[in-house]
C-alpha cells in the first residue's frame, strides 16, 4: 500500500506561481498513475490533473490547461504540480491521489489513495 504525502502548498498573490510535490513510500511507485484533485470550501473534491505510470500521458481538467504541468520522477517517487497564473477562485486544499495498476491518466480519476492534502490560498 502506497502512502502519499503533499507539500508545497502556501500563500500566492494572483497571477503567481506555485509548485506543489507529492511524495510516495510503502509501494512500487512506477506501479501506479498519479493524479492531483482540489477541494475548495464550501465544495466537493474536484479532479485537476492526472499521470500515466510513465508520464508519457497526462490528463487535465479544461480550467487548468496551459496553466498548469504535471509530471513525476520514478527514481524519487515524486509527483509534481506546476501552477501557473493562479486564480482566487482556485484556493483550494490540493490532493494527491495514487491508482494501482491505471491503464491511462484517465483510469485516476478514480483514484485508491489519497494523501493528506496542502492547503493553496492564492490572494486577489
Known amino acids: 500500500q502506497v502512502q502519499l504525502a503533499e507539500s508545497g502548498g502556501g500563500l500566492v498573490q494572483a497571477g503567481g506561481s506555485l509548485r506543489l510535490s507529492c511524495a510516495a513510500s510503502?509501494?512500487?511507485?512506477?506501479?501506479?498513475?498519479m493524479g492531483w484533485f482540489r477541494q475548495a470550501p464550501g465544495k466537493g473534491r474536484q479532479f485537476v490533473a492526472a499521470i500515466s505510470w510513465s508520464g508519457s500521458s497526462t490528463y487535465y481538467t479544461d480550467s487548468v490547461k496551459g496553466r498548469f504541468t504535471i509530471s513525476r520522477d520514478n527514481a524519487k517517487k515524486t509527483m509534481y504540480l506546476q501552477m501557473n497564473s493562479l486564480k482566487p477562485e482556485e484556493t483550494a486544499v490540493y490532493y494527491c491521489a495514487a491508482k494501482l495498476w491505471a491503464r491511462t491518466a484517465q483510469a485516476v480519476a478514480v483514484p485508491d489513495y489519497w494523501g493528506q492534502g496542502t492547503q493553496v490560498t492564492v490572494s486577489s
Open positions: 510503502g509501494g512500487t511507485f512506477s506501479n501506479y498513475g
